[in-house]
C-alpha cells in the first residue's frame, strides 16, 4: 500500500493506493467510492473495510449508495471467502413481508406515502425483488459473513447498521512478477500511474 499524493507515488501497486484524510482517517479508492481502512494484515494480504459514504443518523438505519464491483480480470483486490452480501431494497411501495428472507426495517424512515425500507439477509439478490415490490433502489453491499449469521434471529436496529458498519475483508495480490526478484532483494517497485 501506499500513500496517493505523496513523494513515493510512483512506489505503489496499481490501485492499492491510499488516502489520508484529515491526518487520521485511510481511505481505499475504489473506483469512484470510498472505504474506510481499520486494519491491513500484510501476513495474509488481507485489508478490513467499511463503506465510508453511509448515509443513516439512526444507528440502525444505514443507507448505502453504490454497490461494490470489482473487475477481477484487471483489479488487484478481491472480496474474501469471509465475506457475504446482504440486498437493501429501499423505499419499497408494496409490503415484502412475503419474501420469508426480508426483514423490515420498521423503525428506519421510509420514503413517505406508506413507502418502506427492507434488508433481505440472504447472498444473490438479484433485483428482481426491487421490481417486484417497486422499490426505489437496491443495493447489494458485503459484509462479514459472522456478521450476517448474528442477524437471522430477530433482528435489532443497532445489529443492521453494526453489520454494515463493521465492515468486510479484501483479498490483495501484492506479487507480480516484475516485482518478485526486486522486492526478494530489498528493492523497491515502482509504477508509473
Request: aromatic share 8%; hydrophobic share 35%; proline share 5%.
Amino acid at each position: 500500500f501506499w500513500l496517493i499524493n505523496s513523494s513515493t507515488s510512483d512506489c505503489g501497486y496499481p490501485g492499492l493506493g491510499l488516502v489520508c484524510e484529515d491526518n487520521a482517517t485511510l481511505i481505499l479508492p475504489v473506483k469512484s467510492h470510498h472505504y474506510g481502512v481499520f486494519h491491513i494484515d500484510y501476513d495474509t494480504h488481507t485489508v478490513a473495510v467499511s463503506d465510508a459514504d453511509i448515509d443513516g443518523s439512526a444507528a440502525g438505519c444505514p443507507r448505502l449508495h453504490v454497490n461494490l464491483t470489482i473487475d477481477t480480470a484487471s483489479s488487484w483486490l478481491r472480496l474474501t471467502p469471509s465475506d457475504s452480501n446482504v440486498t437493501f431494497l429501499y423505499d419499497c411501495k408494496k409490503n415484502a413481508s412475503s419474501l420469508s428472507s426480508a426483514v423490515e426495517l420498521s423503525w428506519c424512515p421510509g420514503g413517505g406515502g406508506g413507502r418502506r425500507w427492507y434488508v433481505l439477509l440472504p447472498d444473490g439478490g438479484t433485483g428482481a425483488e426491487a421490481r417486484e415490490y417497486e422499490c426505489e433502489e437496491v443495493v447489494v453491499a458485503p459484509v462479514l459473513g459472522v456478521h450476517k449469521e448474528g442477524m437471522v434471529g430477530p433482528p435489532g436496529a443497532p445489529a443492521v447498521g453494526d453489520m454494515v458498519r463493521a465492515g468486510f475483508q479484501l483479498m490483495y495480490n501484492a506479487h507480480s512478477g516484475q516485482c518478485g526478484g526486486c522486492e526478494r532483494s530489498g528493492g523497491w517497485c515502482g509504477y508509473r500511474h
